[in-house]
Structures are given as structure tokens and as C-alpha cells.
């Protein structure tokens, strides 16, 4: 079985950073990966990480470390069309996403 | 560069009725994969297809749910006798070999 946790909720302002934690228990661990989900859409991926360390991708960056068994998501110069949920998935095998429940992110003026 | 294409976006129908969904995967993608999404949760793994071959169902996965991708390009979900605990937002999913899986917009099901 697989138990992937992440915060349900988060607030920040516009032009902060905000950092989403998630720390997850699997059988097997092929990769962690992070998604956008706006409200009735699909899921857009993010980054992903198969190694320690940290992926930049412009304002989005992702740290992993699997010895812990954790992850973050780190948002920078937050813009109002972050406003999302976030989604974090381990894939265990070759090809299965197992996923926590989802962080929402609200940005506020 | 088209996405991952699912129809219908929406579906009501009442209880007991048959309903099939299709997803229309990214061209060049050989592997295609169903989740499932229910309100406050992350997406749920279904089945997946490598091809036509399907080589997994998740034990979510009832007799009443089949899937399908005949000639390795679109796949359908067809679920029987629906129930109300069948409500929810199908996703489809494709990626080429283990490359990070995209998603369609999904179809939304709700049983009357």
C-alpha cells in the first residue's frame, strides 16, 4: 500500500513564495511528481524527481529526498492564476501514479 | 500540439444504465492510462494500457468495468449497471514509455 500526506490548504499572498510539503510511505519508488490542478480541469504536470536534490523550472522548483521519504514544491513570485490545487505522486513501478489528496493554494492580493 | 482529448465532458445518467467514455490519447504516446477523481482527492489509478495491451487493473476496477484500446491508439471505459458510488471525474492519461503522463480534461459522471 502506499500513504502519500500533504497540507490540505495554504494561503499566500501575491508575489510570496510558498512551500508544499509532502512526505509519502511506498511499497517501491520509481519518481515523485508534481501536478497543477485548476478547479474542473485537468491535471498539468509540473516536474518531476527521480534523483535526490533539486529541479528549477522558472518559478517552480521541486526538492526530493528519498532517505526522508519527502518532498516540497516551492512557488515563487506567486501570480493570482497560481491559485490551484497541487497535487503530489509517487510512481512505485514502471508506470502507476499513486497521488495524495491534493494542496490547495489560494493567493491573495 | 493537441492534448489529451476525452469525450463526453459530461455524463447523467440514472442508475442501472451503461455509459462509455472515450479518450483520445497524444499521437505519439504508446502507453495510455484511466484514473479515477473523486471531490477533495487525488486522481485514482484505474488500469493501463502499454499498445493495445492492457496490463493492469487496479482491484477498483469491478467486472462491471471494462476497457478497451483496440489498435493502440484511442481507448474507451465502458462501466455497466452503473451505481451511485460510480459519480465521479474519469480521467485518461497518456505518456510515451515511463515520460511524465499528461492528462485529459476529463468526463464527469453522475448517477441520478
Known amino acids: 500500500g502506499q500513504n502519500i500526506d500533504q497540507p490540505t490548504e495554504m494561503t499566500a499572498t501575491e508575489g510570496a513564495i510558498v512551500q508544499i510539503n509532502c512526505t509519502y510511505q511506498?511499497?517501491?519508488?520509481?519518481?515523485l511528481f508534481w501536478y497543477q490542478q485548476h478547479a474542473g480541469e485537468a491535471p498539468t504536470f509540473l516536474s518531476y524527481?527521480?534523483?535526490?536534490g533539486l529541479e528549477e523550472k522558472g518559478r517552480f522548483s521541486s526538492f526530493l529526498s528519498r532517505s526522508k521519504g519527502y518532498s516540497y514544491l516551492l512557488l515563487k513570485e506567486l501570480q493570482m492564476k497560481d491559485s490551484a490545487s497541487y497535487l503530489c505522486?509517487?510512481?512505485?513501478?514502471?508506470?502507476?501514479?499513486?497521488f495524495g489528496a491534493g494542496t490547495t493554494v489560494t493567493v491573495r492580493a | 500540439d493537441t492534448g489529451v482529448s476525452q469525450n463526453p465532458r459530461h455524463k447523467i445518467t440514472k442508475r442501472g444504465q451503461n455509459v462509455t467514455f472515450r479518450c483520445d490519447p497524444i499521437?505519439?504516446?504508446?502507453?495510455l492510462y484511466w484514473y479515477r477523481q473523486t471531490l477533495g482527492q487525488g486522481p485514482e489509478f484505474l488500469t493501463y494500457?502499454?499498445?493495445?495491451?492492457?496490463?493492469?487493473k487496479s482491484r477498483l476496477l469491478s467486472d462491471r468495468f471494462s476497457a478497451e484500446r483496440p489498435k493502440g491508439s484511442f481507448s474507451t471505459l465502458e462501466i455497466q449497471r452503473t451505481e451511485q458510488g460510480d459519480s465521479a471525474m474519469y480521467l485518461c492519461?497518456?505518456?510515451?514509455?515511463?515520460?511524465?503522463?499528461?492528462f485529459g480534461d476529463g468526463t464527469r459522471l453522475s448517477i441520478l
Open positions: 492519461a497518456s505518456s510515451y514509455e515511463n515520460q511524465p503522463q499528461h
Open positions: 511506498t511499497s517501491g519508488f520509481n519518481g
Open positions: 524527481n527521480v534523483l535526490d
Open positions: 505522486a509517487v510512481r512505485e513501478d514502471d508506470y502507476k501514479l499513486s
Open positions: 499521437s505519439e504516446h504508446n502507453r
Open positions: 494500457f502499454q499498445n493495445e495491451a492492457q496490463l493492469e
